[in-house]
């Protein structure tokens, strides 16, 4: 009976390693950072070469003419 009762009390002094614990210090998720960093995007287009000219500037995007594509399956009659 004295070794059940020894052996109860290990299991809840090792089970209580396991149980997390009841308030944490902070509740906030967020990190406090000053600013947000920019990402790698946003810093390539902000190292690309600036359009000077007026040429440049006033370029329109290219028309290229549309595709069709051709039917996958053709029946033939033979």
Same mark, same amino acid.
């Given at each position: 009976?004295?070794?059940q009762?020894?052996?109860? &009390? ?6 209580s &390693?396991?149980?997390p #614990?009841?308030a ?5 998720? /967020?990190?406090?950072a000053? +600013? &947000? =960093?920019?990402? &790698?995007?946003?810093?390539?287009? +902000?190292?690309?070469?600036?359009? #000077?000219?007026? /040429? *440049?500037? =006033?370029l329109?995007?290219?028309n290229?003419?549309?595709? %069709? #594509?051709?039917? %996958?399956?053709?029946? #033939? *009659? =033979?």
């Open positions: 009976m004295k070794f009762a020894i052996l109860l &009390a290990t299991v809840f002094a090792s089970s &390693a396991f149980v #614990s009841v944490p210090l902070r509740t906030s998720i /967020s990190l406090d000053k +600013h &947000a =960093n920019n990402k &790698a995007a946003k810093k390539a287009a +902000h190292n690309r070469p600036k359009k #000077s000219r007026p /040429s *440049d500037i =006033n329109k995007p290219t290229y003419p549309t595709w %069709e #594509s051709p039917p %996958e399956y053709t029946i #033939s *009659d =033979n």
